[in-house]
Nanobody
Framework: QVQLVESGGGLVQAGGSLRLSCAASGRTSSNYAMGWFRQVPGKEREFVGA????????RYATSVEGRFTISRDNAKNTVYLQMNSLKPEDTAVYYC?????????????????WGQGTQVTVSS
């Protein structure tokens, strides 16, 4: 089993920044791709971004491209989501996920393990 724990969420004003962290433990591997998703009540969980096992490939949803950056520190088994220029519509619970492959994907069903989520609220 793999355990994923997100941290770093909170309340921020529009235009501000937050950095989310996702620490992996258990039967994890630095070769596995990691993704970030978000969800608001009444809506489906949506893709935010992902990073390959090597960290050499990243992909983002168009809604966050240019504002959010994913990185990873394999020595710490931790993935980060740096969120800049935050907007009220970025308000959601953010989840990290791991798929047991090095390649990034954008669909929730392609990920094998999920964290519990961390709330991000952006005030206008």
């Amino acid at each position: 089993q793999v355990q994923l724990v997100e941290s770093g969420g909170g309340l921020v004003q529009a235009g501000g920044s937050l950095r989310l962290s996702c620490a992996a433990s258990g039967r994890t591997s630095s070769n596995y791709a990691m993704g970030w998703f978000r969800q608001v009540p009444g809506k489906e969980r949506e893709f935010v971004g992902a990073i390959s096992g090597s960290g050499g490939t990243t992909r983002y949803a168009t809604s966050v491209e240019g504002r959010f950056t994913i990185s990873r520190d394999n020595a710490k088994n931790t993935v980060y989501l740096q969120m800049n220029s935050l907007k009220p519509e970025d308000t959601a619970v953010y989840y990290c996920a791991q798929r047991q492959s090095s390649y990034t994907r954008t669909s929730t069903w392609e990920y094998d393990y999920w964290g519990q989520g961390t709330q991000v609220t952006v005030s206008s």
